[in-house]
């Protein structure tokens, strides 16, 4: 069986990897992250998930590797993670009452072949206060996460309506991943391809 390295530092998408009980492991990568500023959040993902993946695919050739990104996008306008309290005030005020898309890219490189897709998940969010938001900002969650939230933290206290895969939201569309690792044949030993 190949062995299948995870090109991300991110506790959660190692930990949602797990759950499909493939044997990988993970190599943080360190890929230049810049995005073009125009670029649709779609094509944005699917370009970082790649440069991920290739820069962990030079370092371990007999491998396959699955590199990631996340972005969280209004419209057209994608919104990074905050570095500051006012850019997470700013950017959750802009969120609430609003439907807000996450689009997870993914890249599962090897030397002979690649695939590269994304998922997509609309998220609405109640209403929020100030305070609500003040509060939330406190808790330091919001500047490692695109759009300033972690649905897997207290920031899923803000959502109101979620379409699409939840797992996507947390950082890897796991049922889509593993739909795509059976069909490369590289999950022969999986107790769920059988």
Not at 133 to 139: F, G, K, N, P
Request: net charge positive.
């Amino acid at each position: 069986m190949t062995h299948i390295i995870l090109a991300s530092s991110s506790p959660r998408r190692k930990e949602l990897l797990s759950q499909i009980s493939i044997p990988f492991t993970v190599q943080a990568a360190h890929a230049d992250e810049t995005i073009v500023p125009g670029t649709p959040p779609e094509k944005a993902v699917k370009q970082l998930a790649e440069k991920k993946a290739a820069a962990i695919l030079t370092q371990f050739s007999d491998a396959a590797v699955i590199g990631a990104d996340t972005v969280v996008a209004m419209g057209d306008r994608i919104l990074g993670k905050p570095k500051t309290k006012q850019e997470a005030m700013q950017m959750l005020s802009s969120l609430s009452g609003q439907i807000h898309a996450v689009y997870t890219g993914v890249a599962i490189m090897s030397q002979k072949e690649k695939a590269v897709f994304y998922e997509k998940t609309d998220v609405e969010f109640w209403n929020l206060t100030k305070a609500d938001i003040a509060a939330y900002i406190e808790t330091g969650d919001p500047f490692d996460k695109a759009g300033g939230y972690g649905i897997q933290t207290a920031g899923a206290l803000f959502v109101k309506a979620i379409h699409g895969d939840y797992f996507n939201v947390v950082g890897l569309p796991i049922a889509s991943l593993y739909r795509r690792l059976r069909q490369m044949g590289l999950l022969s030993n999986s107790p769920l391809s059988r």
